[in-house]
């Protein structure tokens, strides 16, 4: 559409196909990334599908030893036992660490206490210390505690977060200061203002340490390895280790199954979680 102004020039306004049309390399660069992204798990699903003949010509087309690779890894395998025992684990770690967290941050943010920055500094200095520098620490402390081969040996050692913490602790610094004088008036508990107040206000906060939280312990591969030898205990991630030879040498089939499979629990906490999850790391940003 032509438009004149004062000085007679024409000015275009209004021209869609133009605009559209100097973004086309981003929309490539968008579906070329895309497909690179995704082409790895293509071929798990291809591959999950083939027998190893079909694996190494180089099929492009399914195979035919979905069946057998499926009864190998749920059946002879237990891979949904492994499943279970992982979820378990995933879940109340998550939920410990999100209770012991928000109440640390509300001890941090809202309390007053002799040696109240001390503490901090120590929770933050955990931080710098990575579970491979602790690890025959805590494996004399369950071992003692008789926990090998227990959901509490995996459980206990792993329920606090000083990430948690201080993500709570920054949080709950940001929001307004009338809120704790507002409820200590109307005589709300500490736990009712955290209930009431905090918890609603947390929700995205909430979600994307849930998230986070949820991904690393169903990842956890060091810890289960050295503290259950039961089979039966076990989780998934150890599990399918044992899935890269199955009868009498290296199976592709079963192992890319097990691993899509593998990947769904998390997958589904991640897209139910998603909006907290993005919103929180936005909330995050913006503070």
Known sequence: MAARDGGGLSLNVGKPGL???????????????????????????????????????????PGSGLGKHFDQVWNDRNLGRLMWNSFVQAFLITGAKTVLSLLAGLAFVYFSFRGKWLVFFFVLITLMMPTEVMILALFRIVADLGWRNSMAGLVVPFAASATGAFLFRQHFANLPRDLSEASQIDGATPLQFLFKILIPLSWNVIGALAVIQFVF???????????ISDRDQQVVQVGLQGLATLDTGLTFGPLMLAALLVSIPPAIVFIALQKPFMSGFALTADK
């Open 19 to 61: 605009l559209r049309g100097r973004r086309w390399p981003t929309h490539v660069l968008i579906w070329g990334s895309m497909l690179i992204i995704l082409f790895p798990l293509a071929y798990a699903a291809l591959v999950s599908t083939q027998t190893n003949a079909e694996v190494f010509r180089f099929q492009l087309t």
């Open 217 to 227: 312990v169903w990842n956890m591969y060091l810890w289960p390895v050295l503290i």
